[in-house]
């Protein structure tokens, strides 16, 4: 039982559950108010530029839904999604070596949803869920609000590191605990920015096969790869152990609100029944609008044309990192949103940002995709939104803020955290752009 003692403003603090103790605030949140200024570079969080969006075409689906099916649009629908939307899904999915039947497929309200829905469907509390390290902060407050513990496998440039998560299952196993599944964003991973070799996605289903452990495949940036494509998703050569995760988020655009789930077909029934016991159904609006804009425009010119968009950001970010940081270490990624960047010895990337935010530039730190408070060496840079311009300037700030930690430290010694006087509202979650 969690203690609920103190005073608290919230009449109803003693009454909520206990798993509310795992809704808390993140620790950049208080910043954001700030760092949203047009005057601040905002290299933080992961938004699509929509803004290179057909809009027309867009508006034209829209108008041509409320014309010709507006009645059906505006009633409930299918728990499951509609037939037409999710046999688009199965077309785009197939772009990554995916196949599958209509009924294998659950439209949910973005996949941020189908995250909880699982979670909902297999966590108790002191569960344990194997992710990578570091993993996606949205993933892990799910995970931490139905009160399981994220526990992290090492990864390189490669991904996730076989061996480790061999190693972490005896051990895990060992002390009596839990193992509900494994998380994994194999594609351009969130927010290390690398991508899972092939090879090790064969070991990993087959330790996944050999252990008993499913595996959740979270793939929302795999189509937005730069000079090759990832490798054909893990949900490719293994159906009965795999829920695979997709959206339309990166892909189309976030204001959608529409995700999915591919999963086996015990799972997905309960899928279903968990997602219309939260929603009833998803929009039928936005579905229809969605798959009258796929079945008529040129939905794979404009992935190619977010390629080429985020590739040119990439490219100005790790130029700028380059120039202005040339001691520091990063990732290099092949696609997605995120580079992930490792700070000289010394430096706290989380004590770091009120700085950072006072130079007019803004970063995640590392310690946000952790369960265990890491990652204060590291931060992740977002280029997916500023122009590059905008993102060589950032960084040029950014570089300001690091040079002068690095003569602080080497005046004082290890510089400690800037105390931040935070609020601390009982139910909280991360700022949505944030992810």
């Known amino acids: 039982m969690i203690p609920r003692e103190g005073t608290n403003l919230d009449p109803w603090y003693g009454l909520y559950a206990d798993r509310t103790a795992g809704l808390s605030a993140s620790e950049v949140r208080a910043l954001f108010a700030v760092a949203s200024r047009p ?13 290179a969006l057909p809009l027309e075409s867009i508006r034209t689906s829209m108008e041509r839904v409320m014309r010709d099916q507006g009645a059906r649009a505006l009633q409930y629908g299918s728990g499951q999604g509609t037939p037409e939307l999710r046999e688009h899904i199965l077309e785009i999915m197939a772009l990554e070596g995916v196949r599958a039947g209509i009924d294998d497929v659950v439209v949910t309200t973005g996949s941020q949803q189908a995250l909880d829905l699982i979670a909902k469907l297999f966590l108790d509390s002191g569960d344990v869920v194997l992710a990578e ?25 490669d991904g996730m590191i076989p061996a480790a998560l061999v190693e972490r299952i005896a051990s895990l196993r060992a002390a009596g605990r839990r193992i509900k599944f494994l ?30 452990v499913l595996i959740v495949e979270d793939n929302p940036y795999g189509l937005l790869w730069f000079d090759r494509p990832a490798p054909h998703a893990m949900r490719s050569v293994e159906t009965d152990g795999i829920v695979y995760l997709g959206s339309f988020s990166k892909t189309l655009a976030p204001g959608f609100r529409i995700g999915w789930a591919l999963a086996p077909h015990a799972i997905r029934e309960k899928l279903v029944l968990a997602a219309e016991s939260a929603i009833l159904s998803p929009s039928a609006v936005n579905e229809l609008v969605v798959s009258d804009y796929l079945a008529n425009a040129d939905w794979k010119g404009q992935i190619d044309t977010f390629r080429g968009l985020y590739r040119e950001r990439r490219d100005a970010l790790i130029d700028a990192l380059e120039h202005y940081l040339p001691d520091l ?41 952790f369960a265990d408070g890491s990652g204060r060496a590291n931060l992740r840079l977002s280029y997916c939104y500023p122009p590059p311009s905008e993102i060589r ?6 570089a300001s803020v690091v040079r002068g930690e690095q003569e602080l430290l080497s005046t004082f010694h290890p510089t400690g955290p800037v105390d931040l006087v935070l609020p601390e509202p009982h139910v909280i979650s991360p700022p949505p752009n944030l992810g």
């Open 329 to 369: 270490s990063w990732t290099n990624p092949n696609g997605g949103f995120y580079v992930w960047v490792t700070l000289p010895d010394g430096l706290d990337a989380k004590a770091m940002l009120p700085r950072a935010v006072k130079e007019l530039v803004a970063y995640t730190p590392g310690t946000a995709f």
């Open 39 to 51: 005057e601040v570079v905002s290299l933080a969080g992961g938004m699509p530029f929509v803004s």
């Open 133 to 157: 390290s570091p993993s996606y902060v949205g993933a892990m407050g799910i995970f931490r609000s139905y009160q399981a513990e994220v526990s992290h496998i090492a990864m390189d440039a």
């Open 393 to 398: 300037e950032g960084v040029r700030r950014l």
């Open 183 to 212: 998380y994994l964003i194999p594609n351009f991973h969130n927010p290390a920015g690398v991508t899972l070799s092939w090879e090790r996605r064969l070991e990993i289903i087959e330790i996944a096969r050999r252990e008993g």
